[in-house]
């Protein structure tokens, strides 16, 4: 009997040629293409095309709110970019194509799923990982990284097999887009001393082309996430589009990173992620005057292992549980409204308020005659602040010895 496979299916290079490829093993393919927000992708030809190339069933699923909900909404929450840079863009979409790809496989009685990741690429733990955890009985194809085949033999098996793939000798970018932002890299961009062409860009525009006038955006966060985008109340996945392209028309959102992939080798890559750069700027700006000091400084350590967990594989976990829980305490009184500027590649926030739980008091903070603080209070806190290094050094008297002994030697 003919056994059936869910195919991940983005209509590129990768998952093209895995159609025939999987055909040829004897598997009636069923593709499933999750929309998450693709810039520019026409999801009725993608399934078109899936069927044209033999798959046995083709489908396509709107995750787009759910995406921005239940996976952008994590990120935002927890500050998270990956060594600084990434904004995770990747790494988050594939938990949910995990689970809609299980989903169709057992709804289809399909006992193996296949993807398009290499084998130098994080996208295969990714995949893997949450496919054992969801269902340790399924089974897994990797055409690509199995049957080890180059982008040249790719190319070259798709010419054999006519199948219509959108991408040239010269430039053979492998691009990966959702709501959250686009991640490029091969061809060109393969060596880290090529500066990126402007044809690898597809959600901003060069500095050179922006506007001369800066654009400004009010964002409302409740409970640390946007809520509104100019006084309008928007969904989360509608108000990332409208900022990706306000964003990218100032040309903010460039990421040109090389970073260490999870299998233990450098890879260049060519980010865009305008809205989450404005979001994310704007959030940790508010955080700033609504979380008190003790928290402001520890949950940056949550917010790094969370972001490596993302990123290797491990968004389904008891630890990436109970640290979100930690991350959603924090974010109860994150609540209030921050102005960005959006000018020339650069998102800078300007003004902020939080009417009910701003920590900022300007009476504390002023130099004026409105002075509320308590200065007589500030010496004696400074005798209690140095107290423990008084103490330390009547008793040991390490630093007396070294000066006398410097002294001594002149």
């Known amino acids: 009997m003919t056994q059936k496979i869910v195919l991940a299916y983005s209509g590129g290079l990768d998952t093209s040629v895995a159609i025939p490829w999987l055909q040829d093993k004897g598997y009636q393919v069923i593709t499933v293409c999750l929309n998450v927000g693709q810039?520019?992708?026409?999801?009725?030809?993608?399934?078109?095309?899936?069927?044209k190339l033999g798959?046995?069933?083709?489908?396509?699923?709107?995750?787009?709110?759910?995406?921005?909900?239940?996976?952008?909404?994590k990120v935002i929450k927890s500050n998270a970019l990956y060594e600084g840079e990434y904004p995770l863009i990747s790494a988050l979409s594939r938990p949910l194509i995990i689970k809609k790809l299980v989903k169709v496989a057992h709804e289809n009685n399909a006992d193996t799923i296949a993807h398009g990741s290499t084998g130098k690429g994080n996208d295969q733990v990714r995949f893997e990982a949450a496919i054992h955890a969801l269902d340790p009985e399924m089974k897994i194809e990797a055409p690509i990284?199995?049957?080890?085949?180059?982008?040249?033999?790719?190319?070259?098996?798709?010419?054999?097999?006519?199948?219509?793939?959108?991408?040239?000798?010269?430039?053979?970018y492998s691009i990966d887009e959702n709501l959250w932002g686009r991640a490029n890299e091969a061809g060109i961009l393969e060596?880290?001393?090529?500066?990126?062409?402007?044809?690898?860009?597809?959600?901003?525009?060069?500095?050179?082309?922006?506007?001369?006038?800066?654009?400004?955006a009010d964002i409302e966060f409740k409970n640390g996430l946007p809520v509104s985008l100019n006084n309008k109340k928007m969904k989360l996945a509608d108000l990332i589009k409208?900022?990706?392209?306000?964003?990218?028309?100032?040309?903010?959102?460039?990421?040109?990173h090389v970073e260490n992939r999870l299998i233990g080798i450098k890879s260049r890559e060519?980010?865009?992620a305008p809205a989450a750069k404005v979001i994310m700027t704007a959030h940790k700006d508010l955080e700033d005057i609504t979380l008190e000091h003790d928290l402001a400084h520890f949950k940056p350590l949550i917010e790094n292992e969370i972001t490596?967990?993302?990123?290797?594989?491990?968004?389904?976990?008891?630890?990436?549980?109970?640290?979100?829980?930690?991350?959603?305490?924090?974010?109860?009184?994150?609540?209030g409204c921050v102005k960005m500027k959006l000018f020339k590649g650069n998102v800078t926030a300007v003004a902020r308020k939080s009417e009910k739980n701003s920590l900022y008091s300007k009476e504390l903070a002023t130099y004026t005659s409105a002075n509320s603080f308590d200065e007589q209070a500030a010496a004696g806190f400074m005798k209690l602040y140095t107290l423990p290094a008084t103490v330390f050094e009547q008793v040991n008297h390490i630093h007396s010895k070294a000066k006398a002994q410097i002294g001594t030697e002149q």
């Open 39 to 51: 810039h520019g992708k026409q999801m009725d030809q993608i399934q078109q095309k899936a069927l």
């Open 55 to 73: 798959a046995i069933q083709s489908l396509v699923i709107d995750g787009q709110d759910d995406f921005a909900e239940n996976y952008v909404s």
């Open 145 to 172: 990284r199995d049957f080890q085949w180059s982008r040249e033999e790719e190319i070259e098996y798709a010419h054999q097999h006519k199948v219509p793939v959108p991408i040239n000798f010269d430039s053979p």
């Open 191 to 216: 060596d880290p001393w090529n500066q990126a062409p402007e044809d690898a860009f597809a959600l901003t525009q060069a500095i050179e082309k922006t506007p001369d006038q800066p654009d400004y």
């Open 242 to 256: 409208e900022l990706n392209k306000t964003a990218g028309k100032h040309g903010i959102g460039r990421i040109d």
């Open 270 to 272: 060519i980010y865009e």
């Open 308 to 335: 490596d967990l993302i990123y290797n594989a491990m968004w389904i976990s008891p630890l990436f549980d109970a640290l979100n829980s930690f991350i959603d305490k924090t974010q109860e009184l994150v609540n």
